[in-house]
């Protein structure tokens, strides 16, 4: 399977990242470790995660992704060396002061994720949120604590505007600090205007990673959510329903159509073209079953033509 670099950390990545936020959600234990078997049989070698997912969901209170990944770890002797393991700080995790970027919180949450994971080093950090009460080099020097003791190896920031992400790399680079080497923003086919243009030319002239989250938009490019008749009883309901727009439905035409011509899946398109988009490392897709892995891997391999990504491009524009 072809990778490509993850920007400057040092390190390269198949072009489809696992989602970890359905672990301990909508997948248990059991259809966790199934899935993520499959994920790396298939040849994929990155794994996404959070210290807080999925306090969400009812009964969870955060850390539940991180530990059955902990556990799989350890029940699978040397696939921590096969797996590139992402995780993240800053969402709510519901004590007092456990939020944010301070570094403070940084510099305790890490013992935590490392804990919960069973491992000794995290390959990336992320900041999951900006923190507007945070400073950047108190951020930063945190992760410049944790990048000399040896508990993470690169660092990145998720859901960062240009402004953001361009503030940030002036004060590394004023104060000597390290650098976002890798950005995480909301990006697919419906919802390009985060990241398109100005976000998009900073990662390629910085020479940024990109992994997009929310790729198939909460299923909703998978096609099998066309009306909110389709979305009753669903877990992913409140997510999904704001896609459900005359657009949406356009782009969905067009999606099957190029879909159909390729003898492929909506959803294999759709990763597909994130694959094939200047400046997009790879994205993150999320699965609770084998045969979702399955079609990660139909979409690594998949090829659009330039016509087709045209089309794309126009639908979801």
Not at 64 to 73: A, D, H, P, R, Y
Not at 128 to 156: F, M, V
Request: aromatic share 8%.
């Amino acid at each position: 399977m072809n990778k490509k670099p993850l920007g400057t950390t040092g390190f390269d990545i198949a072009p489809i990242v696992f989602g970890g936020n359905v672990l301990g959600w909508t997948a248990d234990e059991a259809e966790s470790f199934r899935v993520l078997d499959a994920f790396i049989d298939h040849g994929f070698d990155a794994i996404d995660t959070a210290d807080s997912y999925s306090r969400w969901a009812e009964g969870n209170k955060g850390g539940e992704s991180e530990t059955i990944l902990g556990k799989w770890f350890k029940s699978r002797p040397g696939m921590r060396d096969k797996v590139k393991l992402f995780t993240k700080v800053g969402s709510d995790m519901g004590g007092p002061g456990e939020k944010g970027l301070s570094s403070k919180w940084i510099l305790k949450e890490v013992d935590n994720s490392l804990a919960r994971l069973g491992i000794d080093e995290i390959d990336l950090y992320f900041s999951h949120w900006p923190d507007p009460e945070a400073d950047h080099a108190d951020t930063l020097g945190a992760y410049d604590r944790l990048l000399k003791a040896g508990k993470i190896r690169s660092i990145g920031a998720s859901n960062y505007d240009v402004k953001l992400l361009s503030t940030a790399l002036e004060v590394s680079k004023a104060n000597g600090l390290p650098s976002y080497q890798v950005l995480e923003p909301e990006y697919n086919l419906y919802k390009r205007e985060g990241f398109d243009s100005a976000l998009q030319d900073l990662c390629i002239k910085e020479n940024i990673g990109v992994i997009a989250y929310f790729s198939l938009a909460a299923g909703f490019l998978t096609g099998k959510y066309r009306s909110r008749a389709d979305l009753e009883g669903r877990k992913r309901s409140g997510m999904v329903e704001k896609y459900l727009t005359e657009g949406g439905m356009r782009l969905l035409d067009i999606l099957d159509d190029v879909a159909s011509q390729h003898q492929a899946s909506m959803a294999e398109v759709s990763l597909a073209w994130l694959i094939q988009t200047r400046g997009v490392t790879a994205p993150i897709a999320s699965a609770t079953s084998v045969s979702q892995v399955e079609s990660f891997a139909k979409a690594a391999s998949l090829r659009l033509s330039e016509e087709d990504i045209a089309r794309l491009d126009k639908a979801g524009a």
